[in-house]
C-alpha cells in the first residue's frame, strides 16, 4: 500500500509539474516593418529568420506593417518590438505616446539596420534607438571591432574582430548613454564618417525599458549567417529581459 500511494503521489507531482510548465506564457514579441521611405528587399527574409529564431529558442513572433497596433491594449500582450528595418515617419503622434508608456512601463525595443532610419522627428526615439542614420557607402566588407563579449549578443564570438560584409551606415545624433558592443573600424573601408567611434551595435536601459540595436540587417544573404542570427536572439534575449510583468504606472508620457 506504501509503495501504490508513494507512486501516486509522484504521478500526481508531475502532472502538477507539466501543468504548471504548460501553464506558464511564452514570451510574445511584435515585428513591425512598416515603411514611408527606402524599402528593403530583405524584409520579407527577416521576418522568417525572427520566426525561426522562435521556433529554436521558444518564443511567440506577431508580425505587422499596421501602425494601428500601437495602442497601449495590444502592446501589453508582447515582451519587446522589433522595428525591422522601417523607414521614415511610420507612427502617428497617438501611436508614439502608445509606444513611449509601453517602454516607461518596462517594455523592451529591438531596431535592426534601418530602424535608425526611422522618426527624425520624434527625438525620444531616436534616443531610444540611439543614433540617426545620415549616410552609408556601398555595401563592402569591414572590421567589426567586439568591444565588449560578456552581453548575449556578443558572447558567442570567439575573436575580438568579426570581419562581415554589410551596408555600413554612418550615424548622427548618437545617444551618449549607449553601450557599445561592436565598433567598426572605419581603417577596413572606405566611406566611413565617424572616425575612431563609430558603434555599429549596441544596448541601454532607457526611459524604464531596454534597448538593442544591430546596424546589420540590409542584405538576404547576411540573414542566412550563423553568427548574425545568434547575435539577434542575443539582443532579442536582452530585451526580452526576463519576460517580467509592465508597470503602467511607471509610464508617464500623456495622451
Not at 521558444?58 to 508580425?63: A, I, L, M, N
Not at 549607449?178 to 566611413?192: A, C, F, M, P
Not at 531596454?210 to 538576404?220: E, I, L, Q, V
Not at 547576411?222 to 534575449?237: M, P, S, T, V
Request: with cysteine.
Amino acid at each position: 500500500m506504501k509503495k501504490y500511494l508513494s507512486l501516486c503521489l509522484l504521478v500526481a507531482t508531475v502532472i502538477l509539474f507539466q501543468s504548471y510548465t504548460a501553464a506558464k506564457k511564452s514570451a510574445k514579441v511584435l515585428v513591425f516593418s512598416k515603411t514611408k521611405g527606402f524599402r528593403h528587399n530583405s524584409i520579407e527574409t527577416g521576418k522568417e529568420v525572427i520566426q525561426k529564431l522562435g521556433t529554436e529558442h521558444h518564443f511567440e513572433v506577431d508580425t505587422t506593417e499596421n501602425a494601428d497596433a500601437f495602442t497601449e491594449d495590444n502592446l501589453k500582450k508582447y515582451a519587446t518590438v522589433i522595428f525591422l528595418n522601417t523607414t521614415g515617419d511610420v507612427l502617428d503622434d497617438k501611436q508614439q505616446v502608445a509606444f513611449e508608456r509601453y517602454i516607461q512601463a518596462g517594455g523592451g525595443y529591438v531596431g535592426i539596420h534601418a530602424a535608425t532610419d526611422t522618426e527624425y522627428d520624434w527625438p525620444w526615439y531616436g534616443k531610444l534607438a540611439g543614433a540617426y542614420f545620415i549616410s552609408h557607402p556601398a555595401v563592402q566588407e569591414a572590421r567589426f571591432i567586439v568591444k565588449d563579449k560578456k552581453h548575449p549578443a556578443t558572447k558567442f564570438l570567439t575573436d575580438s574582430v568579426w570581419m562581415r560584409k554589410d551596408e555600413l551606415y554612418n550615424f548622427k545624433n548618437i545617444n551618449p548613454d549607449i553601450k557599445v558592443l561592436i565598433n567598426l573600424d572605419e581603417k577596413s573601408y572606405t566611406g566611413g564618417k565617424n572616425g575612431d567611434f563609430h558603434p555599429f551595435a549596441w544596448y541601454h536601459n532607457f526611459d524604464g525599458g531596454r534597448a538593442f540595436y544591430t546596424c546589420m540587417g540590409h542584405t538576404k544573404e547576411g540573414w542566412a549567417d550563423d553568427k548574425f542570427q545568434k547575435h539577434l536572439w542575443g539582443g532579442i534575449e536582452y530585451a526580452i529581459g526576463g519576460q517580467k510583468k509592465l508597470d503602467y504606472s511607471k509610464a508617464h508620457s500623456k495622451f
